[in-house]
């Protein structure tokens, strides 16, 4: 199982520069066509889309590398044992709302499969809803070995 987990880690990393890479340069290419005075309508659209799948990967690989921004010099006071508690009472309410992401984020992709993005045709918006829920469904496996892991400790 750790071998299956590091593989999706490393693709999902892996994914995640892919991403921002594509992104900056659909953005990078539509600002000079629209220099050179001809402008691509799609190239901010495909931004956007690629940057919806980035958040949500990029916040998984941060989660895992311990990344996140936080504030811990009260922490850092505090004996071992209560610093444990605290961590993992933070992690279950990251939980609770990644499987509110979840299922209001299917929701969401599945009452918008009719909707076009950005008027592209035969382009489905639950292309763009569908990385919430799977996005917090790779968070959720994070989390859940991160409270394992401490309270095995």
């Known amino acids: 199982m750790k071998k299956i987990d590091e593989i ?11 991403l921002i890479i594509s992104m900056s340069a659909a ?5 000079i066509a629209r220099t050179i005075g ?4 799609w190239g901010i659209d495909l931004a956007t889309f690629l940057f919806a799948w980035c958040v949500f990967i990029s916040g998984d690989v941060a989660l895992r590398e311990n990344k996140l921004m936080n504030v811990d ?6 004996p071992y044992n209560v610093r444990k508690w605290i961590e993992v ?14 299922v ?5 992709s599945y009452t918008t499969r009719y909707r076009t993005f950005q ?3 035969n382009f489905s918006y639950t292309w763009v809803t569908i990385s919430v829920p799977i996005g917090s469904l790779l968070m959720v496996r994070t989390v859940v070995l991160k409270i394992k892991n401490l309270l095995k400790n």
């Open 104 to 108: 209001f984020g299917f929701y969401l």
């Open 38 to 41: 001809r402008p691509i309508q």
């Open 8 to 18: 999706v880690f490393r693709c999902e990393k892996i994914l995640a520069q892919i």
């Open 119 to 121: 008027g592209i045709p």
């Open 73 to 78: 010099f009260l922490l850092k006071k505090l």
């Open 89 to 102: 009472f933070n992690y279950v309410i990251i939980l609770i709302f990644l499987l509110t992401l979840i």
């Open 27 to 31: 953005v990078f290419l539509a600002a």
